[in-house]
């Protein structure tokens, strides 16, 4: 008896297998033809042959999961086709409540340089090429004028980011030589980038300094040695050392290192170019601070807080901005002409500060009001809750956002979004938020939230196409029910 089913089964496997057609014969199908005018025969053959495969294996396991008809093939083909040419890096709702979010890009970038990058594309420039004598030219010249009008520096270039930034200013101005920091400021920025490591890989000696909690000045002075090279202060930008704390300002600091006649840098990480209070905002530090104090290099990142392409800028003292310049390095570290036509459009904004909370996404979105974000919240949960029905309750409430990328760690935003809470008791309902966090990031344009606390938080500070939000919430697909 037993052994009868399991030969009929055998035998149902092969009828499957026979009744799957060939690829020739798939390719000859009407459809596939005009798949194969759009895509090209090589293309589509493949995969033809790469889905006939898949289900001949899941049949030879006893696990065919289609007729194998010449209407699914097609189907089944055009669905995979279409997720094979999706593009690997897509746009994504970022509902995690962090501005800045490294992970999913950082600023979102105005439309002028939007506009300007597309016609630096599409057409040669004078990317390196000086207009008014005909000669070659710098491609820092783009930008460097527009940088040390608004920071006041003599002068200014630019590299990849801010990592970069530093690695080149050190490489440059203390190789084979010593740097002189404190303790409290030996930062890691998430991604792996540390101080010590970044020290090491310029060829320079850190000589650190102080303690974690405490540095005082006669700590630098005491270091300084005829093999000192620069004094350099990190910005420690993401977290803060509280209670019984010394630092010492950027101001004495400069008197140090210029009584040695070294040159003392300052990364600062994020770097506003305005004054964030102005905006209502907590006060971030400014290079042009900086360099005021008496700074001579500060090196900052074009993709946060300044809410434009990812970059590192480097302004500061014509001297050692003109030795930096000239290192080895900043040839392998140079930035493409598309980064200066954003960054150019981007630092032109500047120009106009009453408007740029209006024109630069990463203001406009830090200093959106927490009653116009609530309110959209009031507006989206109708059409959340429906979407999740009895899967999940929706409800709206008090949020803070966080500014991100190691800005401002302890200032936060208040914000406003929506609370997803599953319907089932306790048990199992991480899983299910777990569930629910993945279908959301499989909708068309993926949302990202986070989960805390039992619930999935969409923080909709950051929520601006309110429109294409509602409207792909009609295809969530809901994990399968739970039991
Ligand atoms: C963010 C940051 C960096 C790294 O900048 P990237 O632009 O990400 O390379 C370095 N130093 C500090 C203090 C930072 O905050």
Sequence with gaps: MRASLLESAAQDAKDQLRRLPSVDR??????????????????????????????????????????????????????RIEARLAPALRPVFNLTGTVLHTNLGRALLPDEAVVAVARAMRSPTNLEFDL??????????????????????????????????????????????EVIVSRGELVEIGGSFRMP?????????????????????????????ARTALIVKVHTSN??????????GESELARIAHRAHLPFAVDLGSGSLVDLAAYGLPHEPMPQEMLS?????????????????????????????????KHPLKRALR??????????????????????????????????????????????????????????????GALKSQIGSGSLPIDVLPSAGLFIRCRTGRKGSGRQLEGLAAALRALPVPVIGRIKDGALILDLRTLEDETAFVAQLG???LPATYS
């Design 26 to 79: 798939v390719l000859k199908t009407p459809r596939i033809l005009s798949l194969i005018q759009t895509h090209g025969r090589s293309f589509v053959t493949d995969e033809v042959r790469a889905l006939l495969l898949d289900w001949r294996e899941a049949q030879l396991i006893g696990k065919p999961q289609h007729p194998a008809d010449e209407a699914a093939i097609e189907v089944a083909l055009c669905a």
């Design 132 to 177: 008014d004598d005909g000669e070659r030219g710098d491609r820092d010249a783009l930008v460097e004028k527009l940088l040390c009008e608004l920071t006041g520096a003599q002068a200014a270039t630019v590299v990849n980011n801010n990592a970069s930034a530093v690695l080149l200013t050190i490489a440059a101005l203390a190789a084979r030589r």
């Design 197 to 225: 490591d970044v020290m090491k890989s310029a060829g320079a000696k850190m000589i650190e300094i102080g303690t974690t909690n405490r540095t005082h000045a006669r700590d630098y002075a005491d270091a300084v040695s």
């Design 239 to 248: 977290y803060v050392v509280k209670g019984f704390t010394a630092v010492v």
């Design 293 to 325: 104090r008496g700074a001579d290099i500060v090196t900052f990142s074009g993709d946060k807080l300044l809410g434009g392409p990812q970059a590192g800028l480097i302004v500061g003292n014509r001297e050692w901005i003109g030795k930096i310049k």
């Design 335 to 396: 930035v493409s002409k598309l980064t200066l036509a954003a960054l150019e459009a981007t630092l032109a904004l500047y120009r106009h500060p009453e408007r740029l909370a209006m024109r630069l996404p990463t203001l406009r979105l830090l200093t959106r009001p927490v009653e116009e974000i609530d309110a959209l919240a009031a507006r989206v949960l109708p059409a959340l809750s429906r979407a999740l029905w009895e899967w999940a309750g929706v409800t709206r």
């Design 475 to 477: 295809s969530l697909k």
